[in-house]
């Protein structure tokens, strides 16, 4: 390497150039090792030529060495980024090291500064290789994707799993659940929503005579039906749920699925009662 702070007189200049003509006329010859010593000399004469130190990487490429060639191109490169000659030889340097996507984008660029037929023969043969390596990647990239959905998928059953069995661990099957306030109904009606089971929400009163009558029958409903949920309110103990769902009389029972109320029965209605659980619950 040169030293690129020499101040570079137009003597070292002229001199550099008759230096770069004997190196030519070398390599003309098959002297490649001694054309390398004639342009190192041009180099520490004229350590600012872009084109000196492309015409050694390119000797160098033609001594099977990639990396010195590659050095040498990336100096050019620095010194005059428009360097066709530069991305030329670095792209011929990264072939010869199996760098084939970057051998390709090297000589592209050399081919809008300077096409020559050189480069349009290292393209013929990097280019193919080029396009394979790229395909590789995308299909590596698609695998890739796919196993991390899939890896996403597992977690997120797993969690679901899990979820739904703490949901269940909550809801006690084959029995009526009484709620006393509204934060309990809202964990029972969650936990029931997770499960994906129907709930029935029946308000009721101990003074109420009808409620007394049909709270049997609720109870004998939830042994027989394990798979769903069945609250009991108190309106009176529990009065801030009472309010929310506009308790007008008792008792009343609201058929919820997904957190939404889909039927309701008002009064102490045995029938429809039956029915409308055998119809919710087979859905």
């Not at 670095?90 to 050399?110: S, T």
């Not at 997770?194 to 101990?206: G, K, N, S």
């Not at 939830?222 to 529990?238: G, M, P, Q, R, Y």
Request: a positive charge; hydrophobic letters at 40%.
């Amino acid at each position: 390497m040169g030293d690129p702070s020499v101040e570079v007189t137009e003597e070292m200049r002229d001199a550099a150039n008759m230096t770069k003509l004997k190196a030519v006329d070398m390599i003309s010859e098959g002297k490649l090792e001694d054309a390398i010593g004639q342009l190192t000399e041009a180099i520490m004469l004229n350590p600012t030529s872009a084109i000196l130190y492309a015409a050694r990487a390119g000797v160098y490429v033609k001594l099977n060495k990639p990396n010195a060639a590659i050095r040498d191109a990336n100096v050019a490169l620095e010194t005059n980024p428009d360097s066709a000659k530069g991305y030329k030889i670095r792209g011929m340097a990264r072939a010869r090291l199996g760098q084939w996507e970057e051998a390709a984008n090297d000589l592209h660029v050399a081919s809008k500064l300077d096409y020559d037929e050189e480069i349009g023969m290292a393209l013929k043969k990097v280019e193919p290789n080029a396009r394979r390596i790229q395909e590789h990647r995308r299909k590596y990239e698609r695998l890739r994707k796919e196993r991390e959905l899939k890896s996403f998928e597992r977690e997120r059953q797993r969690k679901q799993a899990g979820a739904d069995r703490e949901a269940l661990s909550g809801l006690r099957d084959g029995q009526v659940m009484g709620i006393h306030s509204a934060s309990e109904f809202e964990t029972k009606l969650n936990a029931a929503t997770r499960a994906l089971r129907l709930v029935i929400l029946y308000f009721t009163a101990t003074w109420c005579g009808p409620c007394r009558f049909i709270s049997p029958l609720f109870t004998n409903l939830a042994s027989k039906c394990t798979k769903v949920v069945f609250l009991k309110v108190d309106i009176d103990e529990a009065r801030d749920v009472a309010t929310r769902w506009n308790i007008g009389s008792v008792p009343t029972f609201f058929f919820i699925k997904n957190g939404k109320e889909v039927d309701k029965v008002v009064g102490a209605d045995k029938s429809a009662l039956e029915r409308k659980i055998a119809q919710h619950a087979g859905q």
